[in-house]
C-alpha cells in the first residue's frame, strides 16, 4: 500500500490513524466509567420521560367501519 501512496499521503494517513487511537486510549482512562455511567443514565431518563409522555397522551378514537348498504 505505502508503494503507491506519495510519502505525504503516507504521513498523513499515519498521523489520522494515531489521533484516532489516542481518541480510543483516552476513553479507557481512569475515571472515564464516570462519565459512561452518566451518558447512560441521561439515556435512560430521556427513555422513561417518553415512556411517561407516550402513556399520558390519550388514545386516539377508532371509527367504526360505515355499515354497507
Do not use: C, H, W, Y
Request: proline letters at 7%; hydrophobic letters at 40%; a positive charge.
Amino acid at each position: 500500500m505505502n508503494d503507491e501512496l506519495d510519502p505525504k499521503e503516507v504521513a498523513r494517513i499515519r498521523r489520522r490513524d494515531r489521533d484516532a487511537e489516542a481518541e480510543a486510549r483516552a476513553l479507557m482512562r481512569p475515571g472515564m466509567g464516570k462519565v459512561f455511567k452518566q451518558i447512560l443514565d441521561t439515556q435512560a431518563q430521556a427513555a422513561q420521560e417518553a415512556k411517561a409522555a407516550k402513556a399520558s397522551r390519550p388514545a386516539p378514537k377508532r371509527r367504526r367501519a360505515k355499515p354497507k348498504a
